[in-house]
């Protein structure tokens, strides 16, 4: 088996992390190494085992202190996650690298990974799409953080059409509100009365 071989190089990385009695003490720093080769090497019709490596490779860079690296390699996971299209994890993976680029503070990449499943919610919308509206409103917390409001307006809408569909008014309602609110902070007016104008005509949709 040669020495680059992915499933050799895991089965090394997997033994680094586990604690034995001559091994008191887990050698993340190897062991992220070869997860991270692992994932480099899986070539075509290995996509699933990439991906796992890929998400050990980021656990890895967490226990090494290094969010940013451990998010990158989460993204990764999440790229392949969407080749598989196994749309519900794509959401996870996205999430928690938004998640570890917050810690860094890196709200623009946060903000970016969360649109960049965008896709997977759109998905999403005809088999999950409770779990397609959660992607939309995190995407839209996430870019309201940073400030960049008028970049969730798209989102906004999206989630309030889903609710529409499963006739949750009330709920549609309130996202159209927020949604009237982020336009108030990026001072678009027009936006804002539209939206306000929409929240008002949910009523009657409710008694129809």
Known sequence: MAA?????????A?????????????DWRN????????????GHGMITRAKDAFEKA????????????AAKHMESAGALAKELG???????????ASELYIECGRSQAASDAL??????????????????IRLYID??????EDGKEQMSFDL????????????????????LLKLALAADKSNSTHSQCKYAVSENLLPGLMLS
């Open 4 to 12: 680059s071989d992915p499933d050799q190089l895991m089965h090394k």
């Open 14 to 26: 997997d033994k680094l992390t586990k604690l034995s009695f001559t091994r008191w003490n887990a």
């Open 31 to 42: 062991a992220t190494s070869l997860y991270e080769h692992a994932g480099m090497t899986h």
């Open 58 to 69: 980021s656990k890895g860079q967490e226990m090494l202190s290094s969010p940013w690296d």
């Open 86 to 96: 196994n749309w519900k994890e794509v959401y996870d993976l996205y999430q928690r």
């Open 115 to 132: 649109c960049a499943s965008f896709f997977a919610a759109s998905a999403l919308k005809e088999k999950s799409p409770d779990e397609a």
């Open 139 to 144: 995407a839209c917390s996430v870019l309201e």
């Open 156 to 175: 906004y809408r999206a989630a309030t059409s889903l609710y529409v569909k499963l006739k949750k008014y009330e709920d549609a309602a309130t996202l």
